[in-house]
């Protein structure tokens, strides 16, 4: 059927308009300017980290108690300034203690023929390669090679040592990934079921980090136990923050996350560069952000006997956990509150819940 016009008839008590060209190019804008800062973000965040890697207070020793020993080690902080923190000790063993308290990067013992290195690669094997490289030049002047030898080395299955990076990488994404997830299709639970949830999940991430990363890949090949209740640690802490922070932030969560967890974390981590090879303020984040927190706290355990700073690392995750119940805590009060206030059921509108698809579908894309 048709009008006089030829034109089909609205349909039957049919009030809604399409969109304006105007209104969808705005909600298009909107929506866009998440994964544009995400860009810019990500940008500043990595090229800031990594563009550059200089050694900044690189700690080395020269071993030995004889005048020269003396004076070499007094020539190469001269000429190195700030970029190397140089020390003299008197013997290899007291060189070796330090290198496995991960106090030392490297540590040099001179000789006239046979000139040594001393490192431990699994602390970090760009700030080992950071150490050779100042000897080398050392050694050229003497027209001798120098022999590098490694007290720590990676396991098979992680030879660069980067392995536990790429670990500490899927157990992020999958926990704040996560967050999203319970936050929007969670919306008709209360705070404290979402955070049990939460739990659950983060349970369900470490059992997926160590599998990966222990049976299948070798990365890790001894003290799993160990690993994977620091991944828990981690990945709990992670949603739990990100939970918390839903509940005040809505559709930003993500992105605040992903600077909080991706853009500071990452490139803080000491992963691909430690502290000593990158700028003031990576390296200041290093000393007590989360996933600096596991990964030291994984490389302490795997390769240097649960010592070099294990309790510290340990410390530094539960206060991330920690930080992440007083926020649980909070928003379930806030959210209380505001149920009584509207006196309104938990469960949102059919509006809210189509927002929160489109934030849930952001969140899984990026």
Not at 156 to 165: E, M, R, V
Request: hydrophobic letters at 45%; charged letters at 15%.
């Amino acid at each position: 059927m048709t009008t006089s016009h030829g034109t089909p008839p609205a349909a039957h008590g049919s009030t809604h308009r399409a969109p304006g060209l105007q209104h969808s190019l705005r909600h298009i804008a909107v929506h866009l300017l998440t994964p544009l800062l995400m860009c810019l973000g990500m940008a500043l965040a990595y090229q800031g980290a990594f563009h550059k890697p200089e050694p900044h207070h690189l700690e080395v020793a020269v071993v030995g108690t004889t005048p020269q020993a003396r004076i070499l080690a007094q020539t190469v902080k001269d000429k190195a300034g700030d970029a190397l923190d140089v020390t003299a000790l008197p013997t290899r063993d007291a060189a070796e203690e330090q290198l496995r308290d991960r106090q030392l990067v490297g540590a040099f013992v001179p000789d006239a023929t046979a000139p040594e290195l001393i490192v431990a690669k699994a602390n970090s094997d760009t700030s080992a390669m950071a150490a050779e490289a100042v000897f080398q030049t050392v050694t050229a002047k003497q027209g001798v090679p120098l022999t590098v030898t490694d007290i720590a080395p990676t396991d098979s299955g992680d030879p660069t040592g980067q392995g536990l990076f790429f670990l500490l990488v899927a157990l992020s994404i999958g926990s704040y990934g996560s967050v999203a997830v319970i936050g929007t299709a969670g919306a008709s639970v209360r705070m404290p079921v979402r955070a049990a949830i939460g739990l659950v999940t983060s349970l369900a991430v470490s059992i997926i980090g160590i599998v990966t990363a222990g049976p299948l890949f070798h990365i890790v090949d001894h003290d799993y136990a160990a690993v994977w209740a620091m991944g828990w640690l981690y990945s709990a802490g992670i949603i739990a923050i990100g939970v918390g922070l839903h509940t005040f932030l809505k559709r930003w969560t993500t992105l605040t996350l992903m600077v909080l967890f991706v853009m500071l974390n990452f490139t803080s981590s000491g992963g691909i560069y430690r502290p000593e090879l990158q700028n003031g303020f990576f390296g200041a984040l290093h000393a007590f952000w989360n996933g600096a927190g596991f990964l030291e706290g994984t490389r302490s355990v795997l390769y240097f006997d649960g010592g070099a700073g294990l309790a510290g690392h340990l410390l530094t995750l539960t206060l991330w956990f920690a930080a992440g119940l007083v926020l649980l805590t909070i928003a379930g009060a806030y959210e209380r509150r505001q149920r009584i206030a509207t006196h309104t059921p938990v469960a949102r509108p059919v509006e809210a819940r189509t927002e929160a698809e489109e934030e849930m579908e952001e969140a899984v894309g990026v």
